[in-house]
Nanobody
């Protein structure tokens, strides 16, 4: 049974920083594709960032967060992180950790990931 547990969310002022963590347990195969999605009330989920191929793999970012957010992975701890800098009010959302053993054709497609965490709230105000 694969579990993804997020932590690190909270309330910050604009311009502040937060680091989200996602710890994976119960995986018997390598989760080669990990990332973060977010969803604000009344809006669809959107891809924030993803890393394919492990610690040295390819990284992808939504245009809205490029240059501000950094995704990283720790294969020893089996965890993925999202460092969020220069936060803006529009970053307010529930952030979800996602993962899969097979990488989707489109990293930003929510349907491309089989494993999802419960989410952690980020509020910028």
């Amino acid at each position: 049974h694969v579990q993804l547990v997020e932590s690190g969310g909270g309330s910050v002022q604009p311009g502040g920083s937060l680091t989200l963590s996602c710890v994976v347990s119960g995986s018997t195969r390598s989760l080669n594709c990990m990332g973060w999605f977010r969803q604000a009330p009344g809006k669809e989920r959107e891809g924030v960032a993803a890393v394919f191929g492990g610690e040295g793999g390819s990284k992808y970012y939504a245009d809205s967060v490029k240059g501000r957010f950094i995704i990283s992975q720790d294969n020893v701890e089996n965890a993925v992180y999202l460092r969020m800098n220069s936060l803006k009010p529009e970053d307010t959302a529930m952030y979800y950790c996602v993962a899969d053993t097979i990488c989707p054709r489109r990293w930003w497609s929510s349907s491309g990931y089989n494993y999802w965490g419960q989410g952690t709230q980020v509020t910028v105000s």
